[in-house]
């Protein structure tokens, strides 16, 4: 039996080519239709929870519990291969700076960070078009980037 290699080699990233602006954009937009698929099964379990009586609005305890259920969607996929559905269709991955796959923390950092990419109306995402290596302010400040991939 040989034993099981626990080493994982980086790839080198000096030369990996960054997705552009839209195509962030028109894979997030995929992934907007699955992630509202799983919050809507997650509404029914909340709802169910709440003895089938429906959740006021702007209730904490829902909006913490449905912010926790998008990370573990992106956490999953980002962790299990590096792309959810929408970067797997259009042909990119998330990668560590260092080219290891992200880890639970470096997922977290990714999910908060994309959040603050966001909310100003989405001026960290618009910040790639700027950057020498199409890097939005969430792959830089969670030492992420993404990378595209060759056609099979």
Do not use: C
């Not at 910040?127 to 980037?145: E, G, M, P």
């Amino acid at each position: 039996m040989r034993p099981m290699n626990t080493t994982t080699e980086a790839p080198d990233l000096s030369q990996a080519a960054a997705p552009g602006l839209l195509r962030r954009f028109v894979a997030i937009f995929y992934d907007a239709f699955l992630l509202a698929a799983v919050l809507l099964v997650a509404s029914f379990v909340a709802v169910a929870f709440n003895g089938g009586e429906p959740i006021p609005p702007g209730n904490i305890l829902l909006t913490a519990y449905f912010i926790l259920v998008a990370f573990l969607f992106f956490a999953w996929f980002w962790i299990h291969g590096g792309q959810t559905l929408g970067m797997r269709a259009w042909r990119f991955k998330v990668l560590r700076d260092d080219g290891l796959p992200l880890t639970w923390s470096d997922a977290l950092k990714r999910f908060l960070f994309s959040i603050v990419s966001l909310l100003p109306f989405a001026l960290g995402f618009l910040w790639s078009l700027f950057d020498s290596d199409n890097r939005a302010w969430h792959d830089k400040f969670s030492h992420t980037r993404l990378v595209m991939l060759k056609k099979d």
